[in-house]
């Protein structure tokens, strides 16, 4: 039970979800391989944050730690704290804007700082030296005018943290807007922007790291000339790049599988209709299998009428309304198939469907089919 008294999902006895997330920690140990050997070499930063973009943030930092990992990433400071206090040793960088009020905290937990504005430099200053070293992150705006300062505030920002008692200029860091664009040559000129800046101040700083998953693999000569000394990898870690192909070709395999069970198993007859609003229409007597899985687990509503479902290593289509607790199948012809409540139903992974495939479907990424699953579908680990 947490500090509010919600009961935590994990630990409850398994047999009590009707929906689990199985994540295999060998695949993100070797996703973790194949992306150190494909950048190169070298160190890497983990991004952990969503919940190890929902694999399961504590066991996936124990489980790449142990491996060999040399830092871990967040999103937010509980992420960062959460980690730490279930014995998370290796640096953390908090790669959103903190408050002031969290300094104390981040400076206790030995979390590594984002530094986004000279503005934010200076608090950084102001509260430096009243406790142990801290270690900051420069991030600079390239050109995707989300997070960061401008390259010509970086001069100011570096002589206001270097006056500073106790603050450490640990990395140097952007993040590039089309990096998942192989044709893109917008990831070459922000690179640009960030080289002159590392030529002037680079070493300053531990580390240069700029290069995601996705630029370590479709841009590979943008920041391999060694200016960027550490790889940040979030989605690569759990098996995807931009395209599954790419993926695929390199060795990454995805770690994460969506189970679910049937509820119950109906006959409906031609003209009969399925769900809110009947939105699908039999057009033959024909099988309908309920599933226990809706919105509400993650399982997007923008897949009604439009998905497949794994059962008994057969696919078959959504049909109907994604409801917020139940999805319905359509298991064709009665006695085509012999399907029984309780038996399982892969929403996505092995045995069902891909996650691009239903990202496809839902017209999203990949990256949100894995975070969107829910705080109440069970996460299961394996070795």
């Given at each position: 039970m947490d500090d509010a008294g919600n009961l935590e999902p994990n630990s409850l006895p398994q047999d009590l979800f009707?929906?689990?997330?199985?994540?295999?920690?060998?695949?993100?140990?070797?996703?973790?391989?194949?992306?150190?050997?494909?950048?190169?070499?070298?160190?890497?930063?983990?991004?952990?944050?969503?919940?190890?973009?929902?694999?399961?943030?504590?066991?996936?930092?124990?489980?790449?730690?142990?491996?060999?990992?040399?830092?871990?990433?967040?999103?937010?400071?509980?992420?960062?704290?959460?980690?730490?206090?279930?014995?998370?040793?290796?640096?953390?960088?908090?790669?959103?804007?903190?408050?002031?009020?969290?300094?104390?905290?981040?400076?206790?937990?030995?979390?590594?700082?984002?530094?986004?504005?000279?503005?934010?430099?200076?608090?950084?200053?102001?509260?430096?030296?009243?406790?142990?070293?801290?270690?900051?992150?420069?991030?600079?705006?390239?050109?995707?005018?989300?997070?960061?300062?401008?390259?010509?505030?970086?001069?100011?920002?570096?002589?206001?943290?270097?006056?500073?008692?106790?603050?450490?200029?640990?990395?140097?860091?952007?993040?590039?807007?089309?990096?998942?664009?192989?044709?893109?040559?917008?990831?070459?000129?922000?690179?640009?922007?960030?080289?002159?800046?590392?030529?002037?101040?680079?070493?300053?700083?531990?580390?240069?790291?700029v290069r995601a998953s996705n630029a370590v693999h479709y841009h590979r000569d943008v920041g391999s000339s060694g200016e960027s000394n550490l790889i940040r990898i979030g989605i690569s870690l759990y098996g995807y790049l931009h395209d599954a192909r790419a993926a695929s070709d390199i060795g990454l395999k995805p770690a994460m599988r969506m189970v679910s069970r049937v509820a119950q198993t109906r006959v409906i007859e031609a003209g009969e209709g399925v769900s809110y609003n009947l939105k699908w229409t039999a057009k033959r007597r024909t099988q309908i299998a309920t599933i226990s899985c809706g919105y509400a687990d993650g399982y997007f509503r923008a897949l009604s009428n439009k998905a497949e479902i794994g059962i008994h290593g057969k696919r078959f289509p959504v049909v109907g309304t994604v409801c917020m607790d139940l999805t319905m199948v359509n298991l064709g012809e009665p006695g085509s198939i012999v399907v029984q409540e309780g038996d399982a139903a892969i929403m996505f992974g092995d045995g069902g469907p891909s996650a691009y495939e239903v990202a496809q479907w839902a017209d999203t990424i990949v990256y949100e089919v894995c975070t969107n699953v829910s705080r109440r579908v069970r996460r299961v680990h394996k070795d």
């Open positions: 009707p929906n689990r997330v199985e994540v295999d920690l060998s695949r993100i140990r070797n996703n973790l391989d194949v992306m150190r050997r494909h950048a190169g070499g070298g160190p890497v930063m983990a991004v952990v944050k969503a919940n190890a973009y929902g694999h399961g943030a504590i066991r996936v930092a124990r489980a790449l730690e142990s491996h060999g990992v040399e830092f871990l990433a967040v999103a937010q400071v509980q992420e960062a704290v959460e980690l730490r206090l279930a014995g998370l040793e290796r640096p953390i960088l908090v790669m959103g804007v903190p408050r002031k009020q969290d300094l104390p905290v981040l400076a206790d937990m030995r979390l590594d700082i984002l530094i986004h504005s000279p503005e934010w430099a200076r608090t950084v200053a102001d509260f430096a030296g009243r406790t142990r070293e801290l270690s900051v992150h420069l991030k600079v705006d390239t050109g995707m005018h989300r997070l960061g300062m401008r390259p010509e505030d970086v001069a100011e920002t570096i002589s206001t943290l270097e006056s500073a008692p106790g603050i450490r200029l640990a990395g140097l860091w952007t993040h590039f807007a089309s990096a998942d664009d192989p044709e893109s040559s917008f990831t070459a000129k922000q690179y640009d922007v960030l080289r002159g800046i590392i030529q002037t101040f680079g070493d300053r700083f531990d580390y240069v790291h």
